[in-house]
């Protein structure tokens, strides 16, 4: 190790020790008991109270009612004081490319993230790096480059990507594109149905790309396993991606009701990303720009009223902040599970949105997204039943991802005072 790669891990571990958090090397060796916790399990309305959580590892092994820790030495104990745990959040359609905005995000709540496309395949590099405990971060499955007519500076991205320079239209382009994604070693292949509503000088509603294009890169992406997901504001890029076999639509402010029931009959899920609407139609976040606003105000009650009709036909919806989590974020995925109950959605089913539900969309559902033996301990520690008052996601107070503490605000009394 050099000189100054010892200094910059001295300089970790000794803000960690500030932070009041064991070494992340060292959590997984240690059983975790956190007691006196009120449990919301991210699936049903059931409310375990009083409960003792045990973590060993990476995954909870018990939940039960008043369970003491054992004594002595060799676990360590967090007593939640009657705060309440609910599953970490998920966020399904994110653009995180660095580490500062991915800590950021895991500080929010969030323990699991979509990519939603970055510049570079830094979302592939933070996946790994993640899983092998290096950095702090969300577990991440990765999409790479973003399936798109002009690739830009993405180009640089891979040698290979040069050869699109010129445009990624035909299916044999796109396919090739994909090939490039899949062997990078993408979880999901993110494209387009239509145009964005984020530029001023672009209509979201205009069809990109049609039925046999994006059927090549839903078969091509079949290779391998892989699933898409499919960028689409207006309806004619929508059904076309849902007809061609897209997992899931992104955004969908103008769906039909023949596209919404057509999803329906292909299981296809919805992310409509409705707090980046929100953000479009007001001053600072990650949108700032006059002709954004006016068109934000428009999209946001049609938005709304989509959300709303896939709800009533059975469409299943999960929750995608869109933001990259920069310092000028307005956007938390905190605010989508609070705008999906104020549309409709159970307090119930507004929580799975963002994490059992969510964990479904992304395959993981055997896995994580709940509270239960046997799960990933992805979790977070709230003030008040998230059931009652969605707004206490906003202000986490623990986090814990793959069992590892990385966020503990508590306790708030001075140690000893009286």
Not at 368 to 384: C, N, P, Q, S
């Amino acid at each position: 190790m050099t000189p100054l790669a010892r200094s910059l891990s001295a300089a970790l571990a000794a803000l960690i020790t500030l932070a009041g958090l064991t070494p992340l090397a060292a959590q997984g060796r240690t059983p975790l008991y956190l007691v006196n916790a009120n449990v919301v399990d991210g699936v049903s309305g059931n409310v375990v109270r009083d409960a003792t959580i045990v973590i060993e590892g990476t995954r909870i092994t018990r939940i039960a009612p008043r369970l003491a820790p054992p004594r002595g030495a060799g676990v360590r104990v967090i007593d939640l004081a009657g705060r309440w745990v609910a599953p970490g959040l998920i966020d399904a359609h994110t653009h995180i490319a660095t580490l500062a905005n991915a800590k950021r995000a895991l500080f929010s709540g969030v323990t699991t993230i979509r990519s939603a496309s970055v510049p570079a395949y830094q979302d592939v590099a933070m996946r790994d790096q993640a899983r092998a405990g290096q950095i702090l971060a969300p577990d991440v499955l990765a999409a790479g480059v973003f399936v798109t007519p002009n690739l830009g500076e993405t180009v640089l991205a891979d040698r290979r990507l040069g050869a699109l320079a010129g445009g990624v239209t035909t299916p044999e382009q796109l396919r090739a594109l994909v090939r490039v994604n899949l062997d990078r070693g993408v979880d999901w292949i993110k494209t387009r149905g239509t145009e964005r509503a984020g530029l001023p000088d672009t209509d979201p509603r205009k069809q990109v790309y049609d039925e046999a294009e994006l059927r090549a890169i839903v078969e091509e992406a079949a290779t391998k396993g892989i699933p898409v997901m499919a960028h689409a504001h207006g309806d004619e890029g929508a059904y076309a991606a849902v007809a061609a076999g897209a997992r899931s639509i992104e955004h969908g402010t103008f769906l039909s009701d023949s596209t919404l029931r057509l999803m329906k009959q292909k299981g296809a899920w919805f992310v409509p990303t409705l707090s980046t609407v929100v953000d479009l139609s007001r001053p600072g976040g990650d949108y700032d720009d006059p002709v954004l606003a006016l068109r934000g105000e428009s999209m946001l009650p049609r938005l709304e009223q989509t959300i709303r009709r896939a709800h009533t036909l059975g469409v299943r919806i999960a929750a995608g902040a869109d933001t990259d989590y920069g310092a000028e974020s307005l956007t938390r995925i905190s605010h989508e599970v609070m705008r999906f109950r104020a549309l409709g959605l159970s307090p119930v089913e507004a929580l799975a949105t963002a994490t059992s539900g969510a964990a479904d969309l992304l395959g993981i559902g055997a896995r994580t997204g709940r509270i239960a033996e046997g799960y990933e301990a992805d979790l977070i520690v709230l003030e008040a039943n998230p059931l009652e008052d969605a707004g206490v996601l906003q202000d986490v107070l623990i986090v814990i991802t793959d069992g590892r503490v990385v966020l503990n605000r508590t306790p708030f009394g001075r140690q000893g005072a009286r």
